[in-house]
């Protein structure tokens, strides 16, 4: 029997945490801010931005939502952005992807101030991290690192194997577990005995995008699995990378979909907006 990592209650406490250090800094004066634009109005983007905004109102971060049309230029786009870059009262900036394809998410990344990017999609963010200085971490990865430290779970000379190499997941999660001391090793879709490797992690993190792939023929007993995907299965109920029910028997500790992973993004980008709020 594994140990479930309760997501939900960590990014639940983290929520608090920031709660109490926003007041504070209203105390002193200091009020956060989040621009979040949306471009179009793509269904999944409008839960995601309403569930950001919510987040914001319980910590008691003020948040500026852009709903742009779907037929906004780029040109338009990255004049908003500018705008906001240059407003001393807004810390964070965040534009909700995807953008339709008439606009370029590469350019629209690029346009944000980096001290802005809460998100840590900036070349500049990601390059920080890569070379060990400050600067704004993707959340998904950051958040799976909480879940690991605030379940005691040691990174610190320990096998990690990612299995997945996006810019927002895998490439992040690996520079910060091998930040963490880890040793890693990133599987992706051309990885020959992808399974071996797997075999030997400690800690498995798996973001392929791929429902119920991973079962436990892939996991060392008593490892632990952190599943950072999230599907709709064919009873359409929510499901991971993981297949949960046959890997959790074997595994030290594991998250479940939903309810591990998913809860820290927001918690995560939160916590950056809060960062953004002091080091401005
Ligand atoms: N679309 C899906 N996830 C995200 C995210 O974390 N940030 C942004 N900006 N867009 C997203």
Same mark, same amino acid.
């Given at each position: 029997?594994?140990?479930?990592? $309760?997501?939900?209650?960590?990014?639940?406490?983290?929520?608090?945490?920031?709660?109490?250090?926003?007041?504070?800094?209203?105390e002193?004066?200091?009020?956060?801010?989040?621009?979040?634009?949306?471009?179009?109005?793509?269904?999944?983007?409008?839960?995601?931005?309403?569930?950001?905004?919510?987040?914001?109102?319980?910590?008691?971060?003020?948040?500026?939502?852009?709903? %742009?049309?779907?037929?906004?230029?780029?040109?338009?786009?990255?004049?908003?952005?500018?705008? %906001?870059?240059k407003?001393?009262?807004?810390?964070?900036?965040?534009?909700?992807?995807?953008?339709?394809?008439h606009?370029?998410?590469?350019?629209?990344?690029?346009?944000?101030?980096?001290k802005?990017?809460? $998100?840590?999609?900036?070349?500049?963010?990601?390059?920080?991290?890569?070379i060990?200085?400050?600067?704004?971490?993707?959340?998904t990865?950051?958040?799976?690192?909480?879940?690991?430290?605030?379940?005691?779970?040691?990174?610190e000379?320990?096998?990690?194997?990612?299995?997945?190499?996006?810019?927002i997941?895998?490439?992040?999660?690996?520079?910060?577990? %091998?930040?963490?001391?880890?040793?890693?090793?990133?599987?992706?879709?051309?990885?020959?005995?992808?399974?071996?490797?797997?075999?030997?992690? $400690?800690?498995?993190?798996?973001?392929i995008?791929?429902?119920?792939?991973?079962?436990?023929?892939?996991?060392?007993?008593?490892?632990?699995?952190?599943?950072?995907?999230?599907h709709?299965d064919?009873?359409?109920? %929510?499901c991971?990378?993981v297949?949960?029910?046959?890997?959790?028997?074997?595994?030290?500790?594991?998250?479940?979909?939903?309810?591990?992973?998913?809860?820290?993004?927001?918690?995560?980008?939160?916590?950056?907006?809060?960062?953004?709020?002091?080091n401005?």
């Amino acid at each position: 029997m594994a140990k479930i990592i $309760d997501g939900k209650k960590i990014s639940a406490e983290i929520k608090e945490e920031l709660k109490i250090k926003v007041q504070k800094l209203k105390e002193e004066g200091t009020e956060i801010c989040l621009a979040v634009i949306q471009v179009g109005n793509d269904p999944a983007s409008t839960v995601y931005v309403g569930n950001k905004k919510k987040a914001c109102d319980f910590i008691g971060i003020k948040s500026l939502a852009y709903e %742009l049309p779907e037929e906004t230029t780029e040109e338009e786009l990255i004049s908003l952005i500018d705008k %906001l870059n240059k407003d001393d009262s807004v810390n964070g900036i965040l534009v909700q992807l995807p953008v339709p394809k008439h606009i370029s998410e590469d350019k629209i990344i690029k346009a944000i101030d980096p001290k802005k990017d809460v $998100d840590g999609f900036h070349p500049a963010s990601v390059g920080a991290l890569s070379i060990g200085q400050k600067g704004f971490v993707s959340c998904t990865p950051a958040g799976v690192i909480q879940l690991l430290k605030r379940s005691n779970i040691e990174i610190e000379g320990k096998n990690c194997v990612v299995i997945g190499r996006s810019n927002i997941v895998g490439k992040p999660m690996s520079m910060l577990l %091998l930040r963490e001391n880890g040793t890693v090793t990133i599987c992706h879709s051309k990885t020959k005995n992808i399974k071996d490797i797997c075999k030997q992690a $400690d800690i498995l993190v798996v973001a392929i995008g791929k429902p119920k792939m991973i079962d436990s023929s892939y996991v060392k007993e008593g490892a632990t699995v952190i599943d950072v995907g999230i599907h709709r299965d064919e009873n359409n109920k %929510l499901c991971g990378d993981v297949l949960y029910e046959d890997v959790e028997p074997i595994a030290g500790a594991i998250t479940p979909v939903p309810g591990g992973v998913g809860p820290m993004t927001i918690a995560m980008l939160m916590n950056n907006c809060v960062e953004a709020g002091i080091n401005k």
